[in-house]
């Protein structure tokens, strides 16, 4: 597989991602928690990695650092996920209180705390509304973080095997 296919491919799958979640939204009625927000951002963040990293065509060394960045882009995605999935596997007595929305806490918390707050969850990132193959929003989203990932490092490694 050419390199730069393989980036444009990682991005479309992040587009894809992102038009189903507001295709959930927008049209199912499943607003999203804040969790699922900030995925959203880990997905968009990942998809850019991908874009630039298409227009650019890197070489050996630019390939290792969209590796990089789109590794971390997908670690942040996959610690999101894997927090979101555990909530939702927790005892109905064990999930914490719902909290503020995002916009208050963006408006009325410093970053720091409103970060907390977000990544501490709530009750509503608990809920598990819509499922697919046995799998929630967030089950999903941490297999995807995972796979792609995975692919741009692969991506990397295929480039540096072309090049040497």
Known sequence: MNTRH??????????ALLAFGLYLQHVDGQEPCPLCIFQRVAFIALGAVFLVAAIHGPGRTGA????VLGGLCAAAGTGLAARHV?????????VPACGPGLAYML?????????ESVLSGSGECAE????FLGLTIAGWS???FVALGVFV???AWQ?????G
Do not use: T
């Open 64 to 67: 290792i650092v969209y590796a």
């Open 128 to 131: 598990a509304d819509w499922r």
């Open 6 to 15: 393989g980036y444009i491919a990682g991005a479309a799958v992040c587009a």
């Open 142 to 144: 941490l297999l995807w």
């Open 86 to 94: 555990w909530l939702q596997s927790l005892p109905a007595d064990q």
């Open 107 to 115: 408006e009325q918390f410093p970053l720091m705390r409103m970060l």
């Open 159 to 163: 480039r540096r095997r072309q090049a």
């Open 153 to 155: 490092i692969w991506l």
